[in-house]
């Protein structure tokens, strides 16, 4: 698998100095926590150029493997990475693949026929359109995260089934916690640079005065990094034309960065998060039904509980927020928990 990866080549010097690239054999590989790479000239050379403004050094828990560029021709390849990193346990760091190109990695899903959940975090509703002929039947739920109506969002209030799956950037706004729920059930996050405002991301492909601010990528970036289901995060390409004085190349890599912090975070609450557990019982009035709600004293993550199967009295723990447990308990259930009560 190595032989489908291309070290840049480049005059910057800080590619080699700062962080050396992944050259060992695929045993050394299966060792590693996260394994970062592109797609063949989807991404500007001067990301590389940037590497040594993060320190990534600070994680000397974590073994992190930079392995360049996947060749064009290798392209198919793609889902026999996915499938080694889920393997091995590794979490794959994509960068610049296409929304069309999505159908690449959920092929490894199809292959092995595993259900999984896709969050898009995106400014328009358009991209669902755009990726759903491409995706596998295994494809359970798409979050569509971080939308600006007024690029076609008007009628997601009057519609339940959008309403579970949408996340407004305005809700957002209101709570930044409101997104956790989405990221920390998805295995596969798709984060478009256009969704963050062109003040802090010049590079990107499709200019908005609106969006988010490149603090909040970042946070989301942890967010995601600390997720329960995580198996893998994909940027969107960018612009090297556009990007002024890098900062787009050093948004991504701020990003990455926080992924990896949110990664470390989760490692270390994961010993001991099932030892403190705090569960909550919160009575639906009108479906006579009581909700179960659980705290990680921990790491501070909330799950509902949804019932796989009432007579056995089975469930599953769903990712949520603090803020939906808040509003069950005041009687008024969130369109998302409604949806898995019903």
Known sequence: MIQFFEIPESNFKSIHQSRAFFKGDIKNL??????????????????????????YDFFQDLEIAFMGKLKKDHLDKLPSVINFCKENHII????????????CVTE?????????????????????????????????????????????????????????????????????????????????????????????????????????????????????????????????????GNDLHNISSLLVHQMIWYFIEGHAKKKMDSFNENDNITQYIVHFKEKHIDLKFFKSEVSGKWWVANIIDSEEKEFCKIPCSYEEYQASAKDKIPPRILHLIN
């Open 92 to 103: 794959p760091i994509i960068l610049g693949l296409e929304f069309e190109l999505i159908n």
């Open 30 to 55: 299966s060792h590693h926590d996260i394994m970062i790479f592109h797609l063949e000239d989807e991404i500007p050379e001067e990301f590389y150029a940037v590497m040594d403004t993060m320190d």
């Open 108 to 240: 490894a899903y199809e292959a092995n026929h595993e259900p999984h959940r896709i969050s898009l975090v995106s400014p328009n509703i358009d991209c669902l359109s755009r990726i759903d002929p491409f995706l596998s039947v295994y494809t359970n739920e798409i979050y569509a995260l971080g939308m600006q109506r007024q690029l076609g969002l008007a009628h997601t209030t009057a519609d339940p089934n959008l309403q579970k799956s949408v996340l407004l950037l305005s809700e957002y706004r209101k709570s930044q916690y409101s997104i956790e729920p989405y990221l920390r059930n998805s295995e596969l996050i798709y984060f478009d640079l256009n969704s963050v405002r062109a003040s802090d991301s010049p590079g990107n492909i499709k200019a908005m005065p609106s969006g988010f601010f490149s603090e909040e990528a970042s946070s989301i970036a942890k967010m995601c990094g600390n997720g329960d289901k995580m198996e893998a995060l994909i940027i969107s390409p960018w612009q090297k």
